[in-house]
């Protein structure tokens, strides 16, 4: 028997799969394929203040072992997540880190304040705070792609959280120096990061010589962007092994298709996995991940999960 | 959300049929909860495909039990990668379904006369729902269209099942040369039909709506939009509907659909192969968009 349990800041959780926000829904849907209290945390769509339609279609592309997407953040609005999809998470014991933006700070602000003040919110055992979103008031530009922005939405959010909330930053893999922006998260309250959002990307048919993507780019994700997500954890988890940033829970995202999968980003430095794309190849798969994880730490002789968080930190060879 | 089930099919029998494969897959418990309309996502390429997405079929017919168990048959027109590898596959090859997926076309309570429209492949799932119309006292009558005679599928079954049958073609291959839309005004004339029943391409759906709002028939689509997972986990099948309150929202078409009300889809947003949201949806974009 492995000890599957991972703890990332105050989030103890019994095993350390997730669903990927945007890649689950709210749960229902996974549900009549497993009891979705059976993962780790149950990662739900990012929600903003107001409903919100998204763009128009079509909205994906299959590219090589992934796909874009540009659903435009699609959301019926927090005080309708509040009022029906959180207490229906809770009604079946699951564990629910809520993923939440904005267009502005203040809104990531408003957001955070009404989840908090929701009667569902002890089925709440985190935030997840996707910074990978468009800032209207910087012509759009991603938060996550300004250590600046970046660290303004997580103190404010940090403050209308209550305290001992665990808050992980979401960040895109999309800048020159991701160690940066991890810092500023980190700096303004941030428990830990979520690593990493889709990469900016864009098909054209060739038939038609056109964008495929109505809203022309969209988000690539996919086991062909797993080497960008080892890679993001790693150079994180080396700065802070280095000292150059504090140490915080990593929560490894991007690719992850199979127990094997998931491991890499555990070696890597993420003490906790979140499944996404594969989700639509296979509605078990992030239940399916859990086993096979399990049984990846019991081959490499681990009694506990924990041992591997890391580990090929440990085992690179020196030059 | 209605029951479904993910299983390990295998496929048992595959032919040819016109431009397409009629393809019969052993898939316990799937046949159990079908309904006429519902579709099945099948994965495609094996265990390690670089492509990741479900591809979705109507259902044509589904058979509870069977010298197998329970299969289920589709028709695929071979398209891109995923539809290519599935034509591809010979009897006892494996195939992951997950089904049924999405609402059925709803029956009328009454025995109207009703119209059944299919475009190309899109009538694939027409005939047992005119056997369940009929077995409700419905007169029901078909009317199959395609670009050519190997683009229809099902005439001959149509003959056998329907109280009538109009087939066309745009080249005049099979049948009267035209649209369905060019025939479908006399046969709702001449049936008095309640309810017309369409599947096909979305401009052949946005007619079909037309037609029968002119008539006085209630239009019942099954629309198809690109999905990803088929589940309603994605968002990417969206297309923007009205509801009772008069509201439109972009609704997902795998679980809120695929068969829609004609009269409550907004056919306007649709133009040059993409679907706008139009301004007066719940949570549209304001200028600049989202
Ligand atoms: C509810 C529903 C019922 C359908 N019934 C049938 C049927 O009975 N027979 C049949 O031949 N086809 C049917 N289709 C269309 C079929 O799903 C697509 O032709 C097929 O997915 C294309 O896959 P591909 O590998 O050939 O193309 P690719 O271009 O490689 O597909 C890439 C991706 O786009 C999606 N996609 C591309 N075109 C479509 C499309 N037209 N509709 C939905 N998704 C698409 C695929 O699922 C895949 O995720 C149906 C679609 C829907 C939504
Ligand atoms: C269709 C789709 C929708 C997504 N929506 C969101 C979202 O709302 N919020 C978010 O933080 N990430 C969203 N993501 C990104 C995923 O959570 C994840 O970070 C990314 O897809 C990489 O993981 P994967 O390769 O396992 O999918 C979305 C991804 C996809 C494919
Ligand atoms: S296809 Fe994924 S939500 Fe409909």
Redesign the pocket.
């Known amino acids: 028997m492995v000890d599957m349990s991972t703890a990332l800041a105050s989030m103890v959780l019994p095993n350390p799969v997730m669903t990927?926000?945007?890649?689950a829904a709210n749960g229902h849907e996974l549900h009549r394929f497993f009891p979705v209290s059976e993962l780790g945390a149950f990662v739900t769509?990012?929600v903003m203040a107001a409903p919100r339609s998204g763009r128009g279609t079509p909205r994906m592309a299959e590219t090589a072992s992934g796909?874009l997407?540009s659903?435009g953040?699609q959301g019926p609005g927090i005080d309708a997540f509040a009022k029906e999809d959180l207490p229906w998470l809770g009604s079946v014991g699951a564990r629910a880190l809520v993923?939440i933006a904005g267009t502005t700070a203040e809104e990531f602000a408003d957001v955070a304040e009404r989840l908090a003040s929701s009667p569902a919110y002890d089925a709440v055992v985190g935030v997840?705070v996707?910074i990978?979103c468009p800032n209207v008031a910087n012509r759009g530009l991603v938060f996550a792609c300004d250590p600046v922005s970046s660290e303004r939405v997580v103190r404010l959010v940090r403050e209308r959280l209550p305290e001992g909330t665990p808050m992980f930053a979401?960040l895109t893999p999309d800048v020159t120096d991701i160690v940066s922006v991890a810092a500023a998260a980190l700096r303004a309250g941030a428990d830990g990061l979520t690593m990493?959002?889709?990469l900016l990307g864009m098909a054209i048919d060739t038939d038609l010589l056109r964008p495929q993507l109505a809203g022309v780019t969209g988000?690539l994700?996919?086991p062909a962007?797993r080497p960008v997500a080892v890679r993001a954890l790693w150079e994180v988890t080396a700065a802070m092994r280095e000292g150059r940033l504090p140490t915080a829970p990593l929560i490894g995202?991007?690719?992850?298709r199979t127990g094997r999968d998931a491991l890499e980003l555990v070696a890597a430095g993420a003490s906790a996995v979140?499944?996404?794309?594969?989700t639509f190849h296979d509605p078990s798969r992030p239940r399916r991940v859990v086993d096979e994880l399990e049984a990846e730490v019991a081959r490499h002789g681990f009694g506990r999960f924990t041992d591997a968080v890391g580990i090929a930190h440990d085992r690179t060879a020196r030059p | 959300m209605s029951g479904v089930v993910q299983v390990a099919g295998e496929l048992i029998a595959t032919r040819r049929a016109g431009a397409y494969h009629h393809l019969t897959i052993v898939s316990p418990g799937v046949a159990e909860l079908a309904r006429p309309g519902q579709f099945v996502a099948l994965a495609v390429g094996g265990a390690t495909s670089a492509n990741l997405l479900r591809r979705c079929f109507s259902i044509h017919r589904a058979k509870p039990s069977g010298t197998y168990g329970g299969t289920v048959d589709v028709v695929v027109a071979a398209h891109g990668a995923g539809t290519t590898w599935l034509t591809g596959l010979r009897p006892h090859d494996p195939v992951d379904v997950v089904g049924p997926l999405g609402r059925p076309f709803p029956l009328p309570a009454d025995a109207v006369p009703c119209v059944l429209v299919g475009g190309g492949y899109g009538s694939a799932p027409l005939f047992w729902l005119a056997e369940a119309l009929q077995a409700r006292g419905c007169q029901v009558e078909m009317v199959l269209g395609a670009a050519s005679d190997d683009r229809l599928f099902g005439v001959v079954e149509a003959r056998r099942t329907a109280d009538g049958v109009v087939v066309t073609t745009d080249d005049g291959s099979a049948g009267r040369r035209g649209w369905v839309s060019d025939v479908l005004g006399d046969v709702l004339d001449r049936t008095g039909a309640g309810v017309v029943y369409g599947c096909g391409p979305m401009a052949m759906l946005r007619s079909v709506t037309e037609i029968a709002d002119a008539h006085g028939a209630v239009a019942q689509v099954a629309v198809e939009e690109s999905m990803?997972c088929g589940v309603g986990v994605?968002?990417?099948c969206v297309l923007p509907v009205t509801g009772n309150d008069g509201v439109t929202r972009m609704v997902r078409s795998c679980v809120e659909g695929p068969v829609f009300r004609g009269d409550r889809v907004r056919w306007d947003a649709f133009a040059d192969g993409v679907c706008r949201v139009p301004a007066d949806t719940l949570g549209a974009p304001s200028a600049g968009g989202h």
């Open positions: 990927a926000s945007g890649c769509k990012t796909m997407n659903i953040l993923s997840e996707n990978s979401k990493i959002n889709t988000g994700s996919g962007i995202v991007g690719g992850v979140q499944v996404g794309t594969a | 990803a994605c968002m990417t």
